[in-house]
């Protein structure tokens, strides 16, 4: 993948387009997956791969604004789909991650040293393997129990389910 993207980026000197074109060839994969599988997971997790790349090549995309403001919007959308209409189309869920964990790697850079905040999130990073292993078995439970409670609203799933996730996590690792 890796060198596949660096001739990419070689011949367009464009990350914008160097990520249009990995995109297209990840939704074809998706849709028409390869029937090698070596090359099927390839070719449908390269977009990732690139845009994982990409704040690497230029760290001041993260503190835009607007970079901000579209991941989150990303991440709100595709978890709305996977959970109203039970759509987990070959990773999608991959893309919420991907887009949550850019939104919150914008955010946290932002944040000083002196503030409550940083020192919560210094203390939390020691465990955060425990909290990577366990926050989707208890967020799937959450997101379980509201659906037979009867609550279907995305914001109330996604705000409930994040913060019981995170906190249950925590106290179950200590």
Request: charged fraction near 10%; glycine fraction near 6%.
């Amino acid at each position: 993948m890796f060198v596949f993207t660096e001739v990419l980026d070689y011949c367009f000197k464009n990350n914008y387009i160097v990520l249009c074109i990995i995109l297209a060839i990840t939704i074809i994969t998706w849709q028409y997956p390869p029937e090698v599988y070596l090359i099927k997971k390839t070719t449908q997790m390269i977009g990732f791969f690139y845009i994982g790349k990409m704040p690497r090549q230029n760290i001041d995309i993260l503190r835009n604004n607007a970079f901000v403001i579209l991941c989150g919007l990303t991440y709100i959308v595709v978890q709305s789909l996977i959970i109203f209409l039970d759509l987990d189309y070959h990773g999608i869920a991959f893309v919420a991650s991907v887009a949550g964990a850019f939104m919150l790697l914008s955010i946290a850079m932002r944040l000083n040293e002196d503030t409550s905040v940083f020192r919560y999130f210094s203390t939390i990073g020691r465990i955060t393997m425990a909290v990577y292993i366990l926050h989707p078995s208890i967020g799937s439970m959450v997101r379980m129990a509201l659906l037979k409670a009867g609550i279907g609203n995305v914001a109330v799933h996604m705000i409930v389910g994040v913060i019981v996730a995170w906190f249950l996590s925590i106290l179950i690792y200590r």
